[in-house]
């Protein structure tokens, strides 16, 4: 395809270059700051991401005339690791991952074997991470002047990944440990002077104003975290031992009918059944069961309504083994089965019974087993008692350190904490050691894990919350509402929580104290939290047949919700600073990966304008102003009329300022 350059949407575009062989649209073209140049590949390898990388100075663009404007700076350079400096200058890593540096019309080579670089903001010096020989090799980090791109200085070994680089005084880097995978975290100048800050850093912020650099490290100090678990079964397992067979024999027992005739008062104990076969019943063969099923005729109506009184009345009360033991109630009862037999006398009950024999022993496998795991369950707790009190298992107490990053001193802003954690939007829950004083239950304790992980909950008391973004503990908070966090936004004089049962609940803030909380909305999708102090979220979403998520659009602001958009597809949504809103239904993905949208226009009262279907991209410059790429083509809308200007485009970029967008990322 072929490169346009459109100076004016009321003027014709005017090719200036082409692409050949790419099915890459992202990354390929870039304007430099000063709005002079535009920086695009002619020549893009998909398969490894590589291109020729040329510019063209915008002035000498005109129509039949563009091949002087246009110069190549190199080729074989990777499409997504090229960076354009403010006097137009680039830093680059082409296919073989060296690292160059175009200036004053020639490329010079940096670096080999470069996996990234950093550039700092006067962009007067960049660092960069250099392979070893394979990927077992530490990764080395180097500095270079761009005034001398020929002399690089080695600023560290080892180097995991950069952290912070704000001056040449501070580079801030994580080595990783291969069998622990602790983070430790340092500091290096270029001058190659490396200081260890911390390790087993958990976790890196800087703070909105680049000014302050927090991680959260050990203190040296140690929680014994068997010392926050309540164990009353301690000298119980002590004294456990294991169960052994010989102590589960048990007698087994053989059943033997009775004759008419036989004495009752011979045997000390006599038993009868509703399902094993009885003498006096077809001569042994049936059960009382098989009386009333009989159909043959063998027994009488009498019989039969005798036998069922008996099993309604007994059956129940069978041992496992199907038998009762015969009492003067159940004998009577016998009784009066064997007197509705024709010619039964009145001795014949007898047959109705059967003698106990003990035929041996066998073993309580039942009672064994359950034996046998309460003292498998005491072992445990032995062993996780072991673990709880093992001087390297202990947990460790934190700081929360601020680092400068203008002066480079490390201040420790909240020390002590027994408990924290990260609700994942800049506000970090805590408690100091002294606040820890409940215990949980031995028999939740499944590892050392379980007593970090029930700590750091913080499901009761009283939990603190520290503003990374502020720099100050600016609010306390219940912990059985705490526990509930997902998400915790600060919202002015409110705090909101996103739960993970998708729910948004909402409390008022009384001289940094929250107060009870209360829904707010259901089955809720955050969108995002700008620093205004509001929130944009989605509730009641739903799936519609295509699997795709709908829901109404909301902002959160001054203790109140306001729907801003009704029933529509989730983050399809974006509200610039003058009120207007895109939502957007997507619908399908292009050749080219995009995703394809129907698109509508809502103002700030609410109020839904249809734009256009088939929309790839939108350059937002105003109600009034928006240029948009529909089914190949570019249009552009004054607020009221669509105007064609461009058929058949791929992709379009831009140079000029679009409207902010306050409530998404993307």
Partial sequence: GNYYLLKDIAKDPVQFASLRDSEQVLGLVTFSTDGNYLYYFSKVDDDNLTGTLCRAQISKIREGDSGTASETLDSDVQIYEDQVLKDNSVIYLDGDDNLKYYHDGQSVRIAQNVSSFDLLEDESCLVYRQKGEDYTSPTALYGVELSSPENSVKLAGDVDYVSEFSSRDCILYCTTDDETYDRSLYRTDFSGNVQLLAEDVQLQYTNSDDSIF????????KLNLYSYVDDPLAAQDASATEPSYDNYKIPYYTYWSLNTGDDPGAYAELYTSCTHGLRLLAGGWDSMEEVVDDTFGTYSQATKNAVQAFIDKYEDTQDDNGYLLVTDQVRNDLKAISSTMEGAEAGDWVALCCRKEQSGTTTDYEAYNQDLEKYNAALNRIAL????????????????????????SDTVVLDNLGAVRFTMNNLIGYRTVDQLTDKISIEDVESIYSVTDWLNAMESGTVSVFDLKSGQTTLTMAGEDFSQVEFLYLCGDHVLIHTDDQELLDAPVSNGTVGSFSLLAEDVQVDASPDDGSLYYYADTYQNSDDITYGDFYRYANGTSTRLVQDTETYGVTVFEDGTML??????????????????????????????DGVTQVFFFGKDNILYVSDGDLYHYNGKERELLVQGIDYLWSNAETEKKVNTYY
């Fill in 214 to 221: 927090y991680y959260l490290a050990p203190n040296g100090s």
């Fill in 385 to 408: 008692r072991e673990d709880l009190q093992d001087p390297e298992q202990q947990s460790d107490v934190l700081a929360l350190h601020a680092f400068s990053l203008s002066d480079l």
């Fill in 583 to 612: 939502a957007g239904d997507r619908t399908d993905t292009n050749d080219a990966g995009l995703s394809v949208y129907d698109m509508t226009l809502v103002n700030d009262k609410g109020e839904s304008s249809y734009l256009a």
